[in-house]
């Protein structure tokens, strides 16, 4: 069975930083294309980062490019997101999420996501 | 980027109903690369639909997808309790992956 699990997230005062992880198990971690995803209170879903299958490019939303640095650590099946110089509209729900590859890419529709962790932006 | 539009926003409708949910995109969505989601409050989204039309893993037959190139639709056969919840399309076609804005399904 699939697992992506979340941690990292909490209160963190505007232009704080926290470094949010995801530990994966249940599939061969090594071999996926891994997003994160958030969520605001009450609103939809943006994908704001993601990372190749050996960690060599990412990808970054506009809106928290130069901010959020994602990372993997394939030794540990564990995925980072370190996100800093937060902004009151960076609170939201933080999903991991693993994405399913299809013919001719690693990287596709997001067939598991974890539970999610908090970040909230308050001073 | 590929901007997906959902409609309606909300729909209110009793258990054993059908429903259609819409979701229009900006431009053309190739190879049929679009998915739809569940998600209920408090939990995170659950993968429904891949390819258009592809019901994912444990996805009961009265969830179906279809459409091509701008316009796809997601069709709930009969509604059961369980399925009131809303619902996300999204498109993996081309970078950045983009979602709908979603469409509630609610309790008439």
């Known amino acids: 069975e699939v697992q992506l699990v979340e941690s990292g997230g909490g209160l963190v005062q505007p232009g704080g930083s926290l470094r949010l992880s995801c530990s994966a198990s249940g599939f061969t971690y090594s071999r996926y294309v891994m997003y994160w995803v958030r969520q605001a209170p009450g609103k939809g879903l943006e994908c704001v980062s993601a990372?190749?299958?050996?960690?060599?490019?990412?990808w970054y939303a506009d809106s928290v490019k130069g901010r959020f640095t994602i990372s993997r650590d394939n030794s540990k099946n564990t995925l980072y997101l370190q996100v800093s110089s937060l902004r009151l509209d960076d609170a939201a729900v933080y999903f991991c999420?693993?994405?399913?590859?299809?013919?001719?890419?690693?990287?596709?529709?997001?067939?598991?996501w974890g539970q999610g962790t908090l970040v909230t932006v308050s001073s | 980027e590929i901007v997906l539009t959902q409609s309606p926003g909300t729909l209110s409708l009793s258990p054993g109903e059908r429903t259609t949910l819409s979701c229009r995109a900006s431009?053309?969505?190739?190879?049929?690369?679009l998915a739809w989601y569940q998600q209920k409050p408090g939990q995170a989204p659950r993968l429904l639909i891949y390819g258009t039309s592809s019901r994912a893993t444990g996805i009961p037959d009265r969830f179906s997808g279809s459409g091509s190139g701008t316009d796809f639709t997601l069709t709930i056969s009969r509604l059961e309790s369980e399925d009131f919840a809303v619902y996300y399309c999204q498109q993996y076609d081309s970078s950045p992956r983009t979602f709908g804005q979603g469409t509630k399904v609610e309790i008439k």
């Open positions: 999420v693993k994405s399913q590859g299809v013919t001719g890419s690693s990287d596709g529709y997001f067939d598991n």
């Open positions: 431009q053309s969505v190739s190879s049929g690369c």
């Open positions: 990372i190749s299958i050996d960690g060599s490019s990412a």
